[in-house]
């Protein structure tokens, strides 16, 4: 029996998302289900004075509007995955678009139009939404769940005056949005002092933490179901004021209530990635050796929360430099709370490779040579040796497949036709975090197979891999394994996000499993029913379904006959703890750029990754082409613009937010893997994947257009007016 695990299976939950059978939470029928539609604040700075709701509760089909005079006093959760501050209980308003009211009513039609008709009267101030307009100067705010915003290590100063050769930048990120496909959505059902969510979360734990603090309830009261996710990237992960609200609106007029945000409402009410600024100082020997790293940067942060989330890991960690000095400034801004957006340390990440790239061109050297010469074979903070780190087998593999040594070393040396081609490369890297899992697996008396634990799919094949594990473990087919997640009564496990999935469950799937195969072939060999009958469990080997004596394949028979002649199911349970990490890649880049309009064409794209074991070699390729896509979408176009009047994000709609689409991406992106298992994780080899192939692309792009063009651009996006 081959093994499923590291092969390309097509995803098991394909069909059902195809053919609509596959439910996601605004999907789910709830009887007497009445729909929400939030009155958003048109101020970035001030207070409530007056709020008339009588054009609205006019309309028909109107149930309630609710205002903070309705709302009853909410516990601000003290968890980390929790934004500090929950609308409408009270007058003050930090940002454009923070909920006013809540219009309930029979139709999400009926209630987006009396939604309009609220009005409300302000007392409002004069507000700061970017970062050269803050009130304040810059500081070093608190730590953040123990992660230092001021880290050094040797004496970064001294080593910079002293180096031989010295780079100074500054780059920067605009502000940016999540746009997953299925916006953030609540349902909310109480039945007396027990509520259940359909929630569209990276979380069903998280989300129940956060109500059942906000509410004062305990844990196991609050039900919540996400069997389906249509994309997270980190707008899904935390837990939103959205969501408490949609349950304390159930709460007071006692009957479930559904809201879907719509897609404007997202641009203020689920995060976003921070405007960003780096002012980034290197050394290095004549050689191109790093001797000095200094790095301050300022991130966008509000009224209310002081967290950093665009952390500069990689300019710490990555390449060997004995001095460093990083810190994580921030500025506060009357703008909603920004959050974790997919790959948060690619905003850091793109100034680090882009200076990596221009220091490459200030001494001389190939872009690649100087990332091989500076390579870290130990960690920068232990000196534990990398053992298990394949970064210079992605440097090979990439560049060989890509021609990288038929690059020529003169920037705009290569015209086709009306188009400057250029090659750039970066490399890629990003933490994975491992969370506590336990996972249940069962074999019925069917001789099917069930995995259930609380963790999420949100898109990324979660579902797909869990049914190999189990269907290896056990020696199954894989049409007769399932698994069951997305549910917060079931087995705990951690959030789907920091690319911790596959990382935090795989070896409680797999222990869970090979424990229950273990129970089963015991029950075999001392049943006298049964053809392996006195055979030892050393003995006995399974495949196809089938536990069969290995030196006597006669002796045979099916999980559904041993399981079903003991008249009751096999279950056990398992927890297998795994630790953080680093994932790492190689991405180059050819781009083309138009001699007369500027325009930017991507054309070719070569990636290699060192993930640890490859678990699926289709959805491992899938988070490729989507990191790379996503990148390309950084580098060229995506930019959230505020009306720095009013603080009113002017452009938020998929219209004037522009993303890649497929005239966007190369004809073809070349995945590659390292595929060598990672004996320090217990996940079965693996090590956590998913936001690493974002983070060189950016840099990757801009490096190639300075090689097609001679023009460095160090603000994102690269947009048009920058190139001509």
């Given at each position: ?184 959505t609540t349902t909310a059902q109480w039945d007396g002092d027990r509520v259940t969510l359909h929630e569209s979360t990276q979380g069903v734990l998280v989300t129940r933490t956060i109500v059942s603090a906000a509410f004062g309830l305990p844990p196991d009261a609050v039900h919540v179901i996400a069997p389906y996710l249509g994309g997270g ?492």
């Amino acid at each position: 029996m081959t093994e499923l695990v590291g092969r390309a299976v097509a995803r098991v939950d394909g069909r059902a998302k195809v053919t609509g059978t596959a439910l996601y939470a605004a999907d789910q029928p709830v009887p007497g289900v009445l729909q929400a539609f939030f009155v958003m604040s048109t101020v970035a700075r001030g207070e409530v004075v007056r709020i008339d709701t009588s054009a609205a509760l006019a309309v028909p089909g109107v149930v309630a509007v609710l205002t903070h005079h309705d709302i009853p006093k909410l516990v601000v959760p003290n968890f980390p995955y929790f934004r500090r501050f929950i609308p409408m209980q009270g007058t003050a308003i930090h940002h454009v678009g923070q909920p006013v009211a809540i219009v309930v009513a029979s139709t999400v039609e009926q209630a987006h139009e009396a939604a309009e008709l609220v009005r409300v009267e302000y007392r409002a101030l004069k507000p700061s939404v970017v970062l050269e307009d803050g009130r304040e100067p810059q500081y070093l705010p608190p730590n953040f769940r123990d992660l230092p915003n001021d880290i050094r290590r040797g004496d970064a100063e001294t080593a910079l005056a002293q180096a031989p050769v010295r780079l100074e930048a500054r780059y920067s990120s605009p502000t940016r949005h999540h746009n997953p496909i299925e916006p953030p959505t609540t349902t909310a059902q109480w039945d007396g002092d027990r509520v259940t969510l359909h929630e569209s979360t990276q979380g069903v734990l998280v989300t129940r933490t956060i109500v059942s603090a906000a509410f004062g309830l305990p844990p196991d009261a609050v039900h919540v179901i996400a069997p389906y996710l249509g994309g997270g990237f980190g707008a899904k992960g935390p837990g939103w004021p959205h969501t408490i609200l949609t349950v304390a609106a159930a709460r007071v007029l006692g009957k479930p209530v559904r809201l879907v945000l719509s897609r404007a409402h997202m641009y203020t009410l689920t995060g976003h990635r921070a405007e960003y600024r780096q002012h980034l100082r290197l050394g290095a020997t004549r050689d191109g050796k790093l001797t000095s790293i200094v790095e301050t940067s300022a991130a966008q942060l509000t009224q209310t929360e002081e967290s950093i989330f665009n952390r500069s890991d990689s300019t710490v960690e990555l390449y060997t430099c004995p001095n460093v000095h990083v810190r994580h400034e921030g500025v506060r801004l009357d703008v909603a709370s920004s959050s974790y957006m997919r790959s948060p340390e690619t905003t850091s990440h793109f100034g680090l490779e882009t200076a990596m790239d221009e220091l490459a061109w200030q001494l001389g050297l190939d872009p690649l040579e100087l990332r091989r010469r500076n390579h870290a074979e130990f960690d920068q903070e232990t000196g534990e040796r990398l053992a298990n780190k394949h970064l210079l087998d992605c440097y090979a593999m990439a560049a060989d497949r890509f021609g990288w040594a038929r690059r020529k070393p003169k920037a705009g040396a290569t015209k086709d036709g009306d188009e400057y081609v250029g090659w750039g490369m970066a490399t890629e890297t990003h933490t994975f975090n491992a969370m506590p899992s336990t996972a249940s697996v069962t074999v019925g008396t069917d001789g099917k197979a069930l995995v259930q634990l609380a963790t999420q799919d949100i898109g990324t094949g979660t579902y797909t891999v869990l049914c190999q594990i189990l269907a290896d473990a056990l020696g199954m087919p894989l049409a007769d394994v399932r698994a069951q997640i997305g549910d917060s009564a079931l087995p705990p496990a951690g959030l789907s996000a920091a690319s911790a999935t596959i990382a935090s469950i795989s070896g409680s799937v797999d222990q869970a499993a090979r424990t229950v195969r273990a129970a089963v072939i015991d029950l075999a060999v001392a049943d006298p029913r049964s053809p392996l009958f006195g055979a030892t469990a050393a003995e006995v080997v399974t495949r196809d379904g089938f536990l069969v004596h290995a030196r006597d394949g006669r002796r045979r028979e099916s999980y559904r006959a041993v399981v079903g002649r003991s008249g009751a199911s096999v279950l056990r349970t398992a927890t297998v703890l795994n630790k953080a990490g680093h994932s790492y890649g190689a991405v180059f880049v050819e781009a083309r750029v138009h001699a007369r309009l500027g325009s930017v064409r991507v054309t070719r794209v070569v990636t290699a990754h060192d993930i640890g074991r490859v678990m699926n070699r289709r959805t491992a390729r899938g988070q490729v082409l989507g990191g790379v896509t996503w990148g390309i979408g950084h580098a060229l176009m995506e930019h959230t613009v505020f009306d720095r009047t009013t603080g009113r994000v002017v452009n938020p709609n998929m219209s004037t937010y522009l993303v890649p689409v497929n005239a966007d991406a190369p004809p073809e992106v070349e995945t590659l893997f390292v595929d060598k298992p990672d004996p320090a994780s217990t996940a079965m080899g693996a090590r956590g994947f998913g936001e690493t192939p974002i983070t060189g692309v950016p840099a990757a792009i801009g490096n190639a257009i300075f090689h097609a063009t001679g023009r460095r651009v160090r603000d994102l996006p690269i947009t048009q007016d920058k190139l001509l």
